[in-house]
């Protein structure tokens, strides 16, 4: 019989599990935790309780994956609105001019919506999922991966995926097999993130305001409303930037953002809860494409692959991505290098964006200075031309390659632009409350 079995149940191990129940007749799906029966944040998945953007690519793709599936998140009463018409962005500073731009966004808790897929995947046939069951080695010989080793036995299989996230094992078990090491990409931005929730009341805030994080100000606040009419408080530090926890520390940080919404809101605002803190070191990326050997039978998606910096809201987008190629190939083939291409152009746009930080330590490309230089004023005209938002909205939400940005229309007008020189960005305060050592 052939079958697969997929480590871990997290959003890349369910989205695997769908995308390979059609090509195989079982698939069995080995999770460490004990599974909520509802939608609840899960200690194998840390980042279950922090703040998750759905990008609009990654919707579209759970669609492909699950029809329906944003129907019924709606349904499970997930807002619905335009990225640009109805979300306040600020890019270095500058207010992008709102106008509608027909992309969604959806604001749904991360519990919420590995509920939905779980649920899903639970209703495939052909599909287990065992929890409470920690896979500790592969089973191999013959150059090929047989099956996982767990706990309480093995479960041999044709295809093995490694879903395991971030703290994957993988690396070390093809290291212990004689495969050698995985060569590893860093970019160190020490992201901390608090997440806090409040009673959302109609007019107080609009859908999403997002306070992106630039050289100057390395902080970013965000709310997005969500389901069971909340609003999530979002805010980031990075390089040592801390965002405070306690009431008058979390104002002041809202205060020195560049947008005035989140403070206002926060003046009057009901928390629903206690703010949530998690620290992010930085962006790992695995090049097992460039392996000189590896095993057949053996494929790895998600974040075991590369865990992207929480700020850009990838990973669940690019997880969903490497489902549908996994759909179509069955994991055979040339994976590993099909499965790196998905990830470069999101590694290289949000690794480029750090590396605007001068602190921030990693390889920087020839090409980095010139094309962020460009950015950077692009970032300001969008301020005042709504089509170079809606551009930059469809690139960071992978619905176009970053060369949509430097399209011969798009170029002239940027270049065309006032600039930094003619729209400073709006800041508040310098960035001291709050800041480590
Ligand atoms: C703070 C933070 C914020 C984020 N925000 C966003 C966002 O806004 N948008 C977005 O798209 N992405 C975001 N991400 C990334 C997103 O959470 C992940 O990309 C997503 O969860 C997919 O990851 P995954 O399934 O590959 O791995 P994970 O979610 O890490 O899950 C791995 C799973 O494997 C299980 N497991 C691990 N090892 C074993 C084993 N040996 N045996 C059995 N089970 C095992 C774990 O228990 C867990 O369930 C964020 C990440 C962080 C840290």
Known sequence: MKSAVIIGASMG???AARALSGVFQQVTVVERDRLPEEARARRGVPQSRQAHALLARGSMALDELFPGFTAQMIRA???KGDLQADCQWYLDGHPMRQAVSALPVYGVTRPLLEHLARERVRALPNVT?????DVTGLLHDGGRVRGVRTGSGTIEAELVVDAGGRASRLPIWLDELGYGEVPVSTVRTDVVYTTRHYRYEPGRIGFAVV???????PRTGVTIRQEGDRVVLFL??????????????????AESLPGPEIRDFLRTAEPLDDPVRMR??????RHYERMPRLPEGLVAVGDAMCSFSPIYGQGITVAALQALALARTGGTGRWFTAAARLVDAPWTMATATDLRFPQVQGARRVLDRPLNAYLERYRAAAAHDPDLGAAFLRVSNMLAGPGHLLAPGRLLRVLLSPGRAGREPVRRRPPVAGRRG
């Open 77 to 79: 009463g997930v807002p």
């Open 236 to 253: 980031g530090g990075i390089l040592g930037e801390e965002p405070p926890t306690d009431d008058a520390g979390v104002m002041a940080f």
């Open 211 to 217: 306070n992106a994080p630039y050289p100057g100000l």
């Open 129 to 133: 999922i065992t929890d409470s069951g």
């Open 280 to 285: 992010y070191p930085s962006s790992v990326r």
């Open 13 to 15: 191990g369910l989205l």
